[in-house]
């Protein structure tokens, strides 16, 4: 199905190791978000893009990294700087302003 | 900075039953809610704004400026309401979505 793709399903990080998160939408959405969901805390905003070449931190963005350089794209990189990578991320995109989000299906990394 | 607090992690009900599902907010401006709904092995989905006030599979939300809050009600619990639940805001003309904790409601037969 079209929409919103995320990959791997699955990713595996050793210590000290940058990971990358793949994010890619066919909807042509200017919005791009990227959460971190873990368990009884909810989701959680790490980084959100506005437009192309554009981005803005949430509340959790130290030891992320994250680059808008096309409209359909939004990767985000766990740095070896994120003490605690372990967690269910989703990605999501949106029309600007506040609209609904559509979700992927997400990415579990975990540490090996 | 905006805050959205789902005070219930786990909520129970038997079919039939009403179910309500709290959801308090904290925010400055002027405030989009939402409630988005995951149900077992799907995708994050929107299951209603408080600016279309709409029903969607039986379930309404109103927003409450007074006592800053969205609470979700549905008179009659389902089996297939089992999932769980996440309470959203954003301000207006900002797009920055911020969620509750969420309350996973287990509708019993």
């Known amino acids: 199905d079209g929409g919103i793709t995320q990959s791997p399903k699955y990713l595996f990080r050793k210590e000290g190791q940058n990971v990358t998160l793949s994010c890619e939408q066919n909807?042509?959405?200017?919005?791009m978000y990227w959460y971190r969901q873990d368990p009884g805390q909810g989701l959680r905003l790490i980084y959100y893009?506005?437009?192309?070449?554009?981005?803005q931190k949430g509340d959790i963005a130290e030891g992320y990294s994250v680059s808008r350089e096309k409209k359909e794209s939004f990767p985000l990189t766990v740095t070896s700087a994120q003490k605690n990578p372990t967690a269910f991320y989703l990605c999501a995109s949106s029309i600007p302003l506040g609209e609904k989000l559509f979700f992927g299906s997400g990415t579990q990394l975990s540490v090996l | 900075a905006q805050r959205v607090t789902q005070p219930e992690k786990l909520l129970s009900v038997f079919k039939g039953a009403p179910v309500e599902l709290k959801c308090n907010y904290s925010y400055s401006g002027s405030p989009e809610l939402f409630w988005y709904v995951q149900y077992s092995r799907q995708r994050l989905q929107l299951l209603l704004r408080?600016?279309s006030r709409e029903s969607i599979k039986g379930f309404t939300a109103d927003l409450n400026k007074g006592e800053t809050s969205f609470h979700l009600k549905k008179p009659f619990a389902q089996e297939e309401d089992s999932a769980m639940y996440y309470c959203?805001?954003?301000?207006?003309?900002?797009?920055?979505?911020?969620f509750g904790a969420g309350t996973r409601l287990t509708v019993k037969p």
């Open positions: 959203a805001l954003s301000g207006q003309g900002n797009n920055d979505m911020r």
């Open positions: 909807l042509n959405h200017d919005a």
């Open positions: 408080h600016i």
């Open positions: 893009s506005q437009i192309v070449n554009d981005f």
